[in-house]
């Protein structure tokens, strides 16, 4: 219990940029829904248009919503400029605003075909022009149901919120996403007590605001609505002292990335910086912040770089893989490859040993050959990753299933045999820890997966930084790392990645 | 000036809905300070008809007069606060107590009522001071209905239209009510015209009662006139409802 405490006191920060997040999205989702919803109401076209499109967007899952706007805002960027931000705050804003709309302009056109026929016809009996109206009979009598639709709004946003994790802004989700991935469960459960908190305060202040509504109590009403009021403008009181000019580290979802964004950061924060992280980011996500500047520095693999941003398919060996990434990164993005860490973490095919003994399997080409009989697990993006079309091409691999696991569950699945061959990485220090064995790729279709450390086209600029870094490069060997990974990964006696970082500082001399 | 003309004069109104023709052709006029009663079945364009005065329903062709003017060369809004309406169903705001939904004409006008005023008012229909503060939802019909009736002389109209106004009350407040608008009307010298489907109604409160069908004037007599056998056909089909109750409650008293 201890450790979910000691994780809630830490998630200030998380809470704050949480609740000025969700209250900016609702706030927004009001501004748009409720004239629309007023045009709604006096034309039967628009009441369909606007519902139509807001009931729409409700099936979109909140996940891809988020993601979406990257790619929207990347396409704005022609109209708006390179200043337009495409991660963060912005994306998650205008998702979750399109996200409370449904709730606000359905609750608002109800209460207007709610009202009574009579009631109506009195207000343009007893002389009120139509702007009279409005305000002395339509606004009060739907402002109960208008509440009762920002309060649904409110604890959805609230909820959906934790998903804005993935396109870099910082939420309550931070301590879900991490703890899910290195199976830290008092950081999830912390993170998922803190939202429902907030979620349950919430729906309570703007219940009574409700209430104020139905029952025409003004206290009640401003009670409600000032008390949300002041939680949000604490919360931005409490963020205004936020450092711009801090360095911010970004890290993919899983536990070497954890690890190695905290290893920076210690590392600058001794050096004088003030240091953000920005974790649990996607993948495609990752190098595109970068090298936009969005965050400072990130990791990355050569063989992810060579495949997902070059659009290579061939494999010319290590050396000319690296040398080719980091011309094309600073002549194409402005982006600085520092170096590589020196250790690599490639995608490879893994089996448990006894299964793979048990059915004569000792190579990719082994593994062909039984593949239709056999089940696949894989991460979530590896079965779209080219890396995997490559290797299933030249091997014609062809298994009876596949499936998809977050990473930490896929090593369960294949100790469980829910999986008899998994996407493993091989610095995963959980490859020796459960007796897997990793299958020969003799026609070397997967590529090299050497560790970069890249430097953003901003951050580069700064030299004492880039020097600061510089000792890193080439400084990790892959046992370390395999070492430092599965402290945090494993189910007994973890370390958390900060935890994980000095102990790899300190065996590394660094 | 008003000596100089009708009241109210409808000329050659009509009103179509889609296939329906609410109201054919109509033409006539109400004089000032005259209580006239429309009455007529459902769907006879009675209700129509007395919409047209305040503009609620817009004619299709012919035009309305009110006290010598076209009543489309005014604002709406504006024509709307010089006429007391009482609604079919009261029509009160909800949201509203009853001093603010007594208030709410001469409010739009930009004029606040006195609480004396408001005082004034439910004293009119017979209600005492303190249901100022009361919500609509805490009053019976009646009382509501009575609200409604203050809510329509606030501005100090000429006219008074009352669109089935007491449909909703129960006998013996129905009466009650009826008596004291009819008194309302005298003192303070209206122009009323009501809209009721019930003859006996009619003929007890109106001096003039006009008779509906398919939207075409039918009758339009004196209740002395209707009660002695004139007005026609479908006229007498309706007096002959509360003839013939009266009738028969006088042969089970004898």
Known sequence: MSAIFDALWGLGDKLAAHILLASSAITLGIIVALPLAVWAGRSQTVAKITLGFASLVQTIPALALLALFFPILLSLRAVFGEGLPTLGFLPALLALSLYALLPILRNTVTAREQMAAGVLE?????????????????????????????????????????????????????????????????????????????????DSLLGLAERGFAERKKRLIWAGAGVAALGIALSAWSLRAQDDDAIVIGAKSFSEQYILAQLVGQRLENAGYAVEYRDGLGSAVVHNAVTTSEIDIAFDYTGTVWTNQLGRRDNPGREVIYNAITVWERETTGTLVLGDLGFENAYALAMRKDRANALGIAT????????????????????????????????????????????????????????????????DGRVAADRLIILEDTKGAFPSYDALLMISPNASQDARLVEALRPLVGAIDVDSMREANYSVDREQEKKSPAEAAAMLAEKLKL | MAAHYPSIEFRNTTKVFGAVTAIDGVSLKIDDGSFVALVGESGSGKSTLVKTISRLAEPDGGSVL???????????????????????????????NVAENIAIGPRLAGIKLTSDRIAELLVGVELDGHYAGRMPSELSGGQRQRIGVARALANDPHILLMDEPFGALDPVTRDALGKRVRALHDRLGLTTVMVTHDMA?????????????????????????????????????????PRDQAAALADIAR
């Open chain 1, 122 to 202: 009195a207000a343009d009996g007893v002389g009120m022009t139509s702007w009279q109206k409005f305000r002395l009979v339509e606004a009060p009598l739907a402002a109960p149901y208008i509440m009762a639709g920002i309060r649904t709004a409110a604890v959805w946003t609230i909820g959906a919120a934790t998903l804005s994790t993935t396109i870099g802004q910082p939420s309550l989700g931070d301590p879900i996403f991490a703890g899910l991935q290195t199976q830290n469960w008092a950081l999830v459960l912390a993170g998922c007590i803190a939202s429902a908190g907030l979620a349950i305060i919430t």
């Open chain 1, 364 to 427: 990719i080409d082994d593994l062909a050959r039984n593949a239709p009989r056999l089940t696949i697990g894989g991460d979530v993006e590896f079965f779209e990753r080219p890396e995997w079309i490559a290797v299933r091409d030249a091997y014609s691999l062809n298994f009876a299933r596949t499936r998809n696991f977050t990473s930490t569950f896929m090593y369960d699945a294949l100790t469980g045999g829910e999986a008899d061959v998994i996407s493993a990485y091989t610095s």
């Open chain 2, 66 to 96: 009110l006290e010598g003017q076209d009543v489309r060369t005014a604002k709406a809004p504006e024509l709307r606060r010089r006429i007391g309406y009482v609604f079919q169903g009261v029509g009160l705001f909800p949201h509203m």
């Open chain 2, 201 to 241: 109604e009619a003929l007890l409160l109106a001096d003039r009662v006009l008779v509906m069908s398919e939207g075409q004037v039918v009758a339009d007599n004196t209740p002395h006139e209707l009660l002695a056998g004139e007005g026609g056909t479908i006229a007498q089909g309706l007096v002959a409802v």
